[in-house]
């Protein structure tokens, strides 16, 4: 008999990760590809990466459909009306062009409400009616279970967790606020921190490895460091925990989930990050005397938690 | 035949507003009381509103049920866990309380949550299936209806948008972190924010006509000499319409509203609140030139929502 398969291919700002999964969701294939700078090459990446997972299947394999996970404002047709990850996409009928180009149903959704989906089904929060899942990657999607129900908002938007302002003096960010969470607690979030604290002198050890060059400095570095015992990268990992924690806070009152699941590539630092977060987190949730503690727990399906995601979605309209 | 009524009770920071409601929802009896500063007296002063709305009713009423709505943390059995703006609640029974003095069924929901279940069934989001509600009164409380659904989380401790943090270098909060949005967006944060700039020299002819005493000033004082083109209190309505507009943008940017609906007692000075988070809102809501505007009203059934919510929740399970 041929096997049931579903593709689904997260794009981050910095990568797409795609995959096949089976009946179960079990990931059959994972395929990387970096994510180019304009939808032309984006859609012409997508396509290829799709065939790539495609050569890696048995030639049996019936593929039901395709799901497609991106940061940003996705309607419920597949239009892209806002991902600043992506270098001009917005506008983007992606769900109308892959359509086109594909033999297979085609969903697109946000990327975070992709790796919530997975999670809800298959990881960390089977069997929770609320969750949480915060995805902290280029930057910080969440993706939201409240009532067993995934939480879509009026046109598909709702999830956009990392554009809530949490310090009004703090950087702009490309969406045009100031001192948006995902300027602190994500990816590129670590990064600023570190470029802060290396400004601030706490990172001399990183930067004599480095050549020197604070620009040069990588999420990876500060992580990496920070488990050797390094102190400025520590501090910076305090630093990050802290906003990190600040904003799960916010949005565990406004929610009240029975569980918080992190997923993205950042999670590749799992249990550091766990580590970071656990000191602030509790204590800053409203009322936390008085009240069930919250437990925060890494994405099951990890980083591939948004493509296994799209893929079930694929299922579920296939 | 005799005419089936629901008693509801908001009971606010500094004031309980109890209302009974017909049939359809429609206001027969409003009575007002203020909020004593202990657990004990507050039932009492919740037993004795009862009765003095149940006077006003004619003889022949039918009373379903009771409903009390409450700021702050409530669990699904009537348990006030955490009740910051009420002095002494947390940890209070008031569900098993109220039923051991009462004859009627009794229900005990957050007062937010409360308001949102009015305006969606009677008043401003009639129709819609995703509505954000907030109260703006001693604190702030929300509301939110996602998917035609009310949010009420693990616990039932949904909507706590108050205190979201918006600020790391803000004032401390009673809650015990700092920079909340009650701080700088209720009633108490419009005089909080009043004080800071009397303090700056915004408020001689305000402070002139209150004997130069800055500790006595009142929102209402604010909202006043803003209508009648006192400079510094306009002053004042823009940061207070900058701040609301702040974290309305971040939940909108969460939950994808179709709309954004305003209660609480701040809204006696409506038109004058809605005027000041104008100029800021739709600017600071992610891809906002990308997206449909979302529309801010006030709640059609005014200050009296939370308590008439209240009075339907009662129907519902009478």
Redesign the interface.
């Known amino acids: 008999m041929n096997q049931k398969v579903a593709l689904g291919i997260d794009v981050g700002g910095t990568k797409f990760l795609g995959v096949a999964v089976g009946e179960k969701g079990e990931v059959l294939v994972e395929c990387r590809k970096p994510t180019p700078d304009n939808p032309k090459s984006i859609l012409e990446a997508l396509t290829e990466i799709l065939f790539e997972i495609r050569a890696q299947l048995p030639s049996t394999a019936l593929i039901e459909g395709v799901g497609v996970g991106i940061p940003?404002?996705i309607d419920f047709r597949g239009n892209v009306?806002?991902a600043?990850n992506l270098n001009g996409c917005?506008?983007l009928e992606l769900g109308f062009e892959l359509k086109s180009r594909l033999d297979f149903p085609v969903v697109i959704d946000n990327d975070a409400t992709c790796a919530a989906v997975a999670e809800h089904l298959l990881g960390a929060a089977k069997n929770c009616?609320?969750a949480l899942v915060f995805t902290l990657g280029t930057g910080i999607g969440?993706g939201?279970i409240?009532?067993g129900?995934v939480?879509?908002?009026?046109?598909?938007?709702?999830?956009?967790?990392g554009?809530?302002?949490?310090?009004?003096?703090g950087p702009l960010c490309p969406?045009?606020?100031k001192g948006?969470w995902e300027l602190y607690a994500s990816g590129s979030g670590l990064r600023y921190l570190a470029i802060q604290a290396g400004e601030e002198g706490h990172l001399k050890n990183i930067l004599h490895h480095k050549g020197g060059k604070l620009f040069d400095i990588r999420g990876e570095d500060i992580t990496e460091a920070a488990l050797t015992g390094d102190i400025g990268a520590q501090t910076v990992m305090e630093r990050f925990g802290r906003w990190l924690a600040?904003g799960m806070?916010?949005?565990a009152?406004?929610?009240?989930?029975?569980l918080i699941v992190l997923g993205g590539g950042l999670v590749q630092a799992g249990d550091l990050i766990l580590a970071s977060v656990a000191p602030f987190f509790d204590?800053?949730v409203?009322?936390?005397?008085?009240?069930?503690t919250i437990p925060v727990v890494l994405a099951e399906l990890g980083e591939a938690a948004g493509a296994v995601g799209a893929a079930l979605l694929a299922k579920e309209i296939a």
């Open positions: 940003g404002l009306h806002y600043p917005n506008g009616n609320d969440g939201i409240a009532g129900k939480v879509r908002g009026a046109e598909g938007f709702a999830g956009e967790v554009h809530m302002a949490v310090d009004p003096d969406c045009g606020k948006c600040l806070a916010n949005l009152c406004v929610f009240d989930p029975k204590q800053m409203e009322g936390w005397r008085y009240r069930p």
